[in-house]
Nanobody
Framework: QVQVVESGGGSVQPGGSLTLSCTIS????????MAWFRQESGKEREGVSC????????FYKQSVRSRFTISRDTAKNTLYLQMNELRPSDTATYYC?????????????????????WGQGAQVDVSS
């Protein structure tokens, strides 16, 4: 059984930092494209960042580029999203996702339908 567990959400002031973690079990981790999505209240879920199957190609939504960093630790089966210089517009529920087919690429503009495995979501609130 595949489990996708996120952690690290919380409340922070503008300009602050948070790191989200996503640990996956029951699924091969080191050969699978993975992504972070986010969903603001009343809006559609959107891709924020993704990393391709071998970890060497990463994509970012324009508004988070240079502020967010996606990374993974294959020894821990964990995906991370380091978020710096947070803005109120970053407030959302963040979701970790993995593709069902291994050895595939990714792009941050892909829809959520491209991903099969999902975490439960981590709330990030940025306000003063």
């Amino acid at each position: 059984q595949v489990q996708v567990v996120e952690s690290g959400g919380g409340s922070v002031q503008p300009g602050g930092s948070l790191t989200l973690s996503c640990t996956i079990s029951g699924l091969s981790f080191d050969n699978r494209a993975m992504a972070w999505f986010r969903q603001e209240s009343g809006k559609e879920r959107e891709g924020v960042s993704c990393v391709n199957w071998n970890g060497d190609v990463k994509f970012y939504k324009q508004s988070v580029r240079s502020r967010f960093t996606i990374s993974r630790d294959t020894a821990k089966n964990t995906l991370y999203l380091q978020m710096n210089e947070l803005r109120p517009s970053d407030t959302a529920t963040y979701y970790c996702a993995a593709k069902i087919v291994p050895y595939t690429t990714c792009h941050h503009t892909e829809s959520q339908s491209s991903y099969h495995y999902w975490g439960q979501g981590a709330q990030v609130d940025v306000s003063s």
